[in-house]
Nanobody
C-alpha cells in the first residue's frame, strides 16, 4: 500500500519561498506518476504540478514560472519548490501518486500540508 507523507508547509510572506516534500513508501517509486494538488477553502481542488515516471512535467497556469516540481528516486521523494508566493497561493497542498497499467489503475493521496501567505 502506497503511503505519502507531506511536509514543509507553513507561513511565508508574499514574495517568499517554500519547499514542500512528499515521502513515498510502500511500492516501487519509479512506477508512479506523481503530482501536487491544492485546495483552498470554498474552492475545488486544482492541479499544481505533475511529473511522470520519466520526468515529464506540467504545471497549472497559475503557478507556471514560479513553482518547480522534482522527484528524487534515491530518496523516494517528491518536491515542490515554490517561489514568488502570492496571496492567492494559500491552500492545503496534497501529494499524489498514480499508476495506470493496461489492466488496472491506482491513485493515492497524502494527508496534505497547509501553506499560508498573509495578504
Amino acid at each position: 500500500q502506497v503511503q505519502l507523507v507531506e511536509s514543509g508547509g507553513g507561513l511565508v510572506q508574499t514574495g517568499g519561498s517554500l519547499r514542500l516534500s512528499c515521502a513515498f513508501s510502500g511500492s516501487i517509486f519509479m512506477s508512479y506518476d506523481l503530482g501536487w494538488y491544492r485546495q483552498a477553502p470554498g474552492k475545488p481542488r486544482e492541479l499544481v504540478a505533475r511529473i511522470t515516471s520519466v520526468g515529464a512535467t506540467n504545471y497549472g497556469d497559475s503557478v507556471k514560472g514560479r513553482f518547480t516540481i522534482s522527484r528524487h528516486s534515491a530518496e523516494n521523494a517528491l518536491y515542490l519548490q515554490m517561489n514568488s508566493l502570492k496571496p492567492e497561493d494559500p491552500a492545503v497542498y496534497y501529494c499524489t501518486a498514480v499508476k495506470i497499467t493496461v489492466t488496472s489503475q491506482a491513485a493515492y493521496w497524502g494527508q496534505g500540508t497547509q501553506v499560508t501567505v498573509p495578504s
